[in-house]
T-cell receptor, first 113, second 111 residues
């Protein structure tokens, strides 16, 4: 099993450009999450999904959109990138069972100039 | 807003010594988890402790939970160079279906 994979690993965008980050998991997990990690800020939840076709806002959703059309994929979109969105983005998944651990992808390092 | 806050922010110890880091949280929790993050990598789950548990062990890891003080500690015994990483606590509650991470403790094991 590959676990949780993220595409791409690195990306540089110019302000105003758009892009989509792809997260895929092969563990048949119901729940999927997108976080951003900035120095000294820990992980902050952007959006999450508790099942195929559902999405919900997290702590810092502004400027991002998500879609969960297939159970194994969770897409994070930036419609008009801003320098403040320079960060490392992590995707995670879990079964959704109470107390279950989250499995993380390797991260995507995004720089917006 | 962050639920868990780790303390200290950074810790350097000699290899072989024990490392202790703490996590405090603000509201009632259901479970508390600890994760490790090696530089440039995703987080990896270490251990979970439930709100009705006071102590849990896993290999060289010992976790305690004091719900009256809303705090937890993670002890790594006989530290090794490979333990150099950032450690995060994460809490969940009955109120919602997501977990909240703290800002982490950076642990550096000196040779």
């Amino acid at each position: 099993n590959a676990g949780v994979t993220q595409t791409p690993k690195f990306r540089v965008l110019k302000t105003g450009q758009s892009m989509t980050l792809l997260c895929a998991q092969d563990m048949n997990h119901e729940y999927m999450y997108w976080y951003r990690q900035d120095p000294g800020m820990g992980l902050r939840l952007i959006h999450y999904s508790v099942g195929e076709g559902t999405t919900a806002k997290g702590e810092v959703p502004d400027g991002y959109n998500v879609s969960r059309l297939k159970k194994q994929n969770f897409l994070l979109g930036l419609e008009s990138a801003a320098p403040s969105q320079t960060s490392v983005y992590f995707c995670a998944s879990s079964t959704g069972t109470e107390g279950d651990e989250q499995y993380f992808g390797p991260g995507t390092r995004l720089t917006v100039t | 807003s962050q639920q868990g806050e780790e303390d200290p922010q950074a810790l350097s110890i000699q290899e072989g010594e024990n490392a202790t880091m703490n996590c405090s949280y603000k509201t009632s929790i259901n479970n508390l988890q600890w994760y490790r993050q090696n530089s440039g990598r995703g987080l990896v789950h270490l251990i979970l402790i439930r709100s009705n548990e006071r102590e849990k062990h896993s290999g060289r890891l010992r976790v305690t939970l004091d719900t009256s003080k809303k705090s937890s500690s993670l002890l790594i015994t006989a530290s090794r160079a490979a333990d150099t990483a950032s450690y995060f606590c994460a809490t969940d509650s009955w109120r919602d279906d997501k977990i909240i991470f703290g800002k982490g403790t950076r642990l550096h094991i000196l040779p």
